[in-house]
């Protein structure tokens, strides 16, 4: 036998979940619907990644490239935790603008990024060298899900996700 299963999806104008002042959540609510498997799981990860640099690199003239690279981690755990406590619908709001920054950089990397091995992907801003693409790639998940959250009621059209 066959089962039909039926999502029903309640249509909200701010995103994933009211922000009414009857209704706020707190520090702590958030924090309990947080996927902990996730943040546990990024962290190892994370980790990881930090002894593995710190073995490959401890003989290098150069010295260790870890604690370099912890800095770097700390500074995305932090950027981490501030994005997860932004509310969705603001992510949703700026989709469109986010992803016009990101065209808007990658063109100013064709036109003045250094090039290095033969290809132009980093670009240097006030003594820090970036690639734009890994930011790109998160916008680009960003900018998708607004895509298809604004047209929930249509997701299972090929059309939408041959717009995508």
Known sequence: MTEIVRIEVAESRRGLRSRGSDNRLGVVDLVRRLDLLLL????????YGLVVIGGITKLSPGGSAAPRQAIYAVVGIVVMCVAIFVD?????????????????????????????????????????????SEFGKVVLALFLAAFVADRVKRVNDLSLALRA
Request: proline share 4%; hydrophobic share 50%.
């Open 40 to 47: 546990v799981s990024v962290l190892a990860s994370v980790g």
């Open 88 to 132: 969705p619908s603001i992510y949703r709001r700026f989709a469109g603008v986010l992803y016009s920054g990101l065209l808007a950089v990658m063109l100013l990397v064709l036109a003045t990024g250094a090039v290095t091995r033969g290809s132009k992907r980093w670009i240097t801003v006030g003594g820090f060298t970036f690639q734009p």
